[in-house]
Nanobody
């Protein structure tokens, strides 16, 4: 059974930083692309960043230069380092694992950026 366990969501002031983690189990993690998505109230779920199995990364324009996605295959974990956070970054953040057997989603930690 594939499980994605996310952590790191919190309330942070504008300009602050957070790191989200997504730990996977039940999957061949090293050969799986993983992405972070977010969904704000009343809006669609959008991609934030993706990291492929070989470590290539891509980012949404709105977060490029502020967010960094990385992976540790030994720990089967993907991270999203978020800096210079803005109120517009407030959302539920979801981890998605894209394997040859299907896509899997985590439950999503809440990130709130507010003073």
């Amino acid at each position: 059974q594939v499980q994605l366990k996310e952590s790191g969501g919190n309330l942070v002031q504008p300009g602050g930083s957070l790191r989200l983690s997504c730990a996977a189990s039940g999957i061949i993690f090293s050969s799986t692309a993983v992405g972070w998505y977010r969904q704000a109230p009343g809006k669609q779920r959008d991609v934030v960043a993706v990291i492929t199995s070989d470590g290539s990364t891509s980012y949404a324009d709105s977060v490029r230069g502020r967010f960094t996605i990385s992976r540790d295959n030994a720990k089967s974990t993907v991270y999203l380092e978020m800096n210079s956070l803005k109120p517009g970054d407030t959302a539920v953040y979801y981890c998605r694992a894209m394997s040859r057997y299907g896509d899997y989603w985590g439950q999503g930690p809440q990130v709130t950026v507010s003073s």
